[in-house]
T-cell receptor
Framework: GEDVEQSLFLSVREGDSSVINCTYT??????LYWYKQEPGAGLQLLTY?????DMKQDQRLTVLLNKKDKHLSLRIADTQTGDSAIYFC???????????FGQGTELSVKP | GAVVSQHPSRVICKSGTSVKIECRSL??????MFWYRQFPKQSLMLMAT?????????EQGVEKDKFLINHASLTLSTLTVTSAHPEDSSFYIC??????????????FGPGTRLTVT
């Protein structure tokens, strides 16, 4: 079956790097996504990576994919208080298709 | 960028009544929209896939007669929770699929609707 797992909480100090981890079980996963959700709001797509890629960097965000271990991570450099939110990892077999979400990781950034 | 709106943002209704939630793509057309449900401190669970001009595809365990979905136009999908009960209280989020740059599909999410059934 399809399952996506994340740790529930992460606390960092402002200026430090944050690393949020995700594991998935579906070997047919083709697209892997990171979404950000602020309190009471919908989801904002941060970045995504295709399964044939190992790494993708976009400004402060770096996504690493270990396809062999089915492990995905999101690194946020120079974390700011505005980065405090819940971060969801998601996977899909088809581009733009059904998304399977992890439980979300609540990131708390302390000044 | 692609903007998706939902209306209402919050609704409180009495048990046994029906509630309609709208999902609109504001600056693009979407043949496919998705409806998700999110419980507090939990992940999003896909309820159904809404296709313009055809019947929605429901996920296993989702009652199609209770959660009515209509996708009558390329910019609007509606979710009607019929005969609502307190256990239907949740955060309902829609997303719209659009063909983005580089000919790749992307999903854009609405801000969500908080439903409370008393």
């Amino acid at each position: 079956g399809e399952d996506v797992e994340q740790s529930l909480f992460l606390s960092v100090r402002e200026g430090d790097s944050s690393v949020i981890n995700c594991t998935y079980t579906d070997s047919s996963s083709t697209y892997l996504y990171w979404y950000k959700q602020e309190p009471g709001a919908g989801l904002q797509l941060l970045t995504y990576i295709f399964s044939n890629m190992d790494m993708k960097q976009d400004q402060r965000l770096t996504v690493l994919l270990n396809k062999k271990d089915k492990h995905l991570s999101l690194r946020i450099a120079d974390t700011q208080t505005g980065d405090s939110a819940i971060y969801f990892c998601a996977e899909s077999r088809n581009q733009g298709g059904k998304l399977i979400f992890g439980q979300g990781t609540e990131l708390s950034v302390k000044p | 960028g692609a903007v998706v709106s939902q209306h209402p943002s919050r609704v409180i209704c009495k048990s046994g009544t029906s509630v309609k939630i709208e999902c609109r793509s504001l600056d693009f057309q979407a043949t496919t929209m998705f409806w998700y449900r999110q419980f507090p401190k939990q992940s999003l669970m896909l309820m159904a896939t809404s296709n313009e001009g055809s019947k929605a595809t429901y996920e296993q365990g989702v009652e199609k007669d209770k959660f009515l979905i209509n996708h009558a136009s390329l910019t609007l999908s509606t979710l009607t929770v019929t005969s609502a009960h307190p256990e239907d209280s949740s955060f309902y989020i829609c997303s719209a699929r659009v063909l983005g740059q580089g000919a790749s599909y992307e999903q854009y999410f609405g801000p969500g609707t908080r439903l409370t059934v008393t």
